[in-house]
């Protein structure tokens, strides 16, 4: 390989920084405030609906695992299907050829409608293609809002969630979009005023896919605007860029994600739009149909038998939803496009390189509270792959000052009288008390105690006291 | 129920003795013999979420052979619990039948009502762990809502992380203040004088910080509230 892998952002700091100058926006903490507390309670009564919930995540871990054991065959049942109905099917091993293939297959159009999608954000398709005089159109709202600004996304399902409405409004007035007013409707109607004149000047279409049926190589696109319909339908060549681990073997593994998912992401019953290809049909759709499939660390990936399940992922997004510390510093702090809890789990992974000091910081951007568990609903033990990737940290690292502390604690804890000791030394502490706490402990502690008085420690540990009293 | 053994955790052990006395005193009112096996010292979960599962797992197998041979060791710390319970058995050293205080209580035991007095307004924060690796559900709540003269005050907002998570709260001190901040803005809402909890590390991390800000508000484990009696009522903790 040897070429980055753009699903982080050169030069994003690592996440504590990241973290440090985002909390200090009181705009973007008020926003992520506002949207995720709202969508997190619609989740929550969306999926109590449901008696069968538990069931159908686990149905949906297990599809997804025998995927995933078996991806080989599935892939190469998708591509004799694909081909039989009409469509190409190209590999691409990382982002620099998946981003060449599609560059190569846009030919001399100079602009192209895009469909939101996570593959193509995560390979830099967009940079790719302006740095090959080709101008991306995003359509999706949110995908639109963040392009305009010249910003990044910060959330897999809302890539502009750390907008309000006044600032979108803002956005689109610098761009020439005049809305009426910062009304939601106000502003979809100047979107959808500059986007069908793209929808019909324009010949070629990328997408990326939310599944694909490996038995009939159909591939499936869920989205509540419509214009996904649009880019899909309107354009002469449709080029379609999917994570190999996005397929499932049948389409009755299909219908378990297609109510796992919008209940889970936008709190639906139902999303608004469901669109479905297979191949082409002559006079209907597109007449040229090419389904990239990109690897870009997914087969790294699969070889790890606790982070593999990260590769179960849907793309949900509730795990951001509900996760404390992406609510706090928003999504650009991960440096990824894959933001949240997730994007701290899959991330890591796909870079796949463990002298990445900024992807080495995910992992840790975590209190390890299980919310993300509790709501993934392909049951990906966010918290179990979290403590993994953290141990691959620290075997990278070989010997630094935390890994001397922790040998240390480790061998004090190892032996009840060394425990002994170091507690009655560690009692003299409390000669740094005044009024019963302690505002400045010195060396490490001193973050602790930045914020946070420390507990005095006692004249008598429990156990010296068990010995008075009982022993 | 022949031999109960006490886990009191490292943390507890050393910080916070009062709360492991509350566990015996509690025990021994409801007419049970506890133990404490004099080699016990840590669960080794800093150092499993730190990464350091080798270290961990050399803990998690003295932890087996200390307690090899109790009917129940119950411990004052959700997430010790869950680590011993759920994490020590893929370290290769599972098999010791380890209760959290209020799962104890209310499943073992089958008592809700302890005979407790605690004249004192007060609101529960439900531990991440106990809540969503043990699943205690409302069984501290059970348990205050029993406690004689004691004012139960909703949290808002209760099941959202105080910011601690362990070395988190060095790691990203940052972000695990702004957690800890809007926690503080629950706990004070509700006007209570107590903030109680089944884990010491999370009261240390928001009394902590309620003690910064000179708050008024005192962080106290739910074990010494349940242990408190009209005639042996609580008191603060001399040092
Ligand atoms: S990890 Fe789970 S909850 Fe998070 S986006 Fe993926 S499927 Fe959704």
């Given amino acids: ?52 919930w538990e069931r159908l995540r686990r ?69 790719a293609l302006a740095a090959g005089g080709v101008r ?75 599944f694909a049926v490996a038995d009939t190589g159909s591939v499936v696109v869920l989205e509540s605007e419509g214009n996904g319909r649009m880019c899909l339908t309107l354009p002469e060549k449709l080029i379609t860029v999917m994570g190999i681990e996005k397929l499932v073997p049948t389409w009755q593994d299909l219908e378990v994600f297609l109510q796992l998912l919008p209940r889970s992401s936008t709190a639906e019953r139902m999303n608004p739009y469901t669109s479905v290809w297979t191949g082409v049909t002559p006079g209907d759709g597109p007449a040229e149909f090419h389904l990239v499939l990109l690897d870009n660390g997914r087969t790294a990936t699969l070889a790890d038998p606790t982070g593999r399940q990260a ?38 992974q796909l870079v796949d390189d463990p002298h990445d000091a900024q992807a080495a910081s995910l992992p840790y951007a975590s209190s390890l509270c299980g919310a993300c568990f509790e709501v993934c609903p392909v049951r990906i033990d966010i918290p179990e792959v979290l403590t993994h990737l953290r141990a691959r940290v620290v075997s990278a690292r070989g010997r630094t000052a935390e890994s001397v502390a922790m040998a240390a604690a480790a061998w004090v804890f190892g032996d009840p009288a060394r425990y002994e000791r170091a507690q009655r030394l560690g009692s003299l502490a409390r000669f740094l008390g005044r009024d019963g706490r302690i505002s400045r402990l010195p060396g490490p502690g001193a973050v602790w105690t930045a914020s946070r008085d420390a507990p005095v420690p006692p004249r008598e540990s429990f156990r010296e006291w068990w010995r008075r009293n009982r022993g | ?91 290769g050293a599972g098999g010791v039948p380890v209760y959290e205080l209020s799962e104890f209580l209310v499943d073992v035991l089958g008592v809700t009502d ?46 959202s992380c105080c910011g601690f998570g362990g070395t988190f709260a060095l790691k990203n001190a940052d972000t695990s203040t702004a957690m800890l901040a809007d926690k503080m803005r629950c706990v004070l809402d509700t006007g209570a004088e107590v903030l109680t909890s089944g884990d010491n590390s999370c009261l240390m991390h928001i009394g902590g910080g309620l003690s910064r800000l000179r708050a008024g508000v005192r962080p106290v484990h739910l074990a010494e509230i349940l242990a408190s009696t009209e005639e042996d009522p609580w008191a603060p903790a001399t040092r």
């Avoid at chain 1, 050169?10 to 969508?39: C, K, V, Y």
């Avoid at chain 1, 951001?320 to 933001?339: D, I």
């Fill in chain 1, 59 to 127: 149905a949906g871990e297990a599809i997804k695992d025998r995927v995933l054991a078996e991806l080989d065959t599935h892939l190469e049942r998708l591509e004799a299907a694909v081909t039989a109905r009409g469509g190409v099917v190209h590999w691409a091993r990382d982002a620099a050829e998946a981003n060449e293939i599609v560059l190569r297959l846009v030919g001399d159009e100079r602009e192209v409608v895009k469909v939101k999608s996570m593959a193509t954000a995560e390979i830099g398709l967009n940079e």
């Fill in chain 2, 114 to 159: 302890v005979g407790a007095y605690f004249p004192h307004r007060v609101t529960y924060h439900p531990t991440c762990h106990s809540l969503r690796v043990l699943g205690v559900g409302d069984k501290p709540l059970a348990l205050l809502r029993a406690v004689r003269g004691l004012e139960l005050v909703e949290l808002p907002l209760a099941e």
């Fill in chain 1, 136 to 210: 991306a159109v995003e359509t999706d709202l949110a995908e639109l809002i963040v392009q305009l600004g010249d910003d990044r996304p910060s959330h897999i399902l809302v890539p502009a969630i750390h907008r309000n409405r006044a600032e979108i409004r803002e956005i689109f007035r610098r761009s020439g979009l005049a809305a009426t007013g910062d009304a939601p409707r106000e502003l979809a109607e100047a979107a959808r005023a500059h986007l069908r004149e793209k929808f019909l000047s324009c010949k070629v279409a990328i997408s990326g896919a939310n």
């Fill in chain 2, 1 to 91: 129920m022949e031999r109960i053994a006490l886990f009191a955790t490292c943390l507890t052990d050393t910080l916070y003795p009062a709360t492991a006395r509350a566990v015996v005193r509690l025990l021994e009112r409801l007419g049970r013999a506890v133990e404490f096996p004099l080699d016990q010292t840590c669960c080794g979960q800093m150092h499993f979420n730190t990464g350091y599962a080798a270290h961990a797992e050399g803990l998690a197998r003295s932890f087996a052979s200390v307690f090899a041979g109790y009917d129940a060791v119950v411990t004052p710390s959700g997430s010790c619990a869950g680590m011993a319970r759920e994490v020590h058995p893929k370290l």
């Fill in chain 1, 311 to 348: 590769l179960r992922c849907i793309r949900c997004s509730a795990c951001l939803n509900v996760c404390p510390v992406y609510e706090r510093t928003g999504g650009k702090s991960y440096g990824s496009v894959y933001p949240g809890p997730i994007g701290a789990i899959l991330t890591p």
């Fill in chain 1, 1 to 52: 390989m040897g070429t980055r892998n753009p699903v982080t952002w050169l030069g994003s700091p690592a996440f504590p920084e990241a973290a440090r100058t985002a909390l200090a926006d009181t705009q973007l903490r008020r926003n992520l405030r506002n949207a995720t507390t709202t969508i997190r309670g619609r989740r929550a009564a969306a999926v109590a609906e449901l008696p069968d």
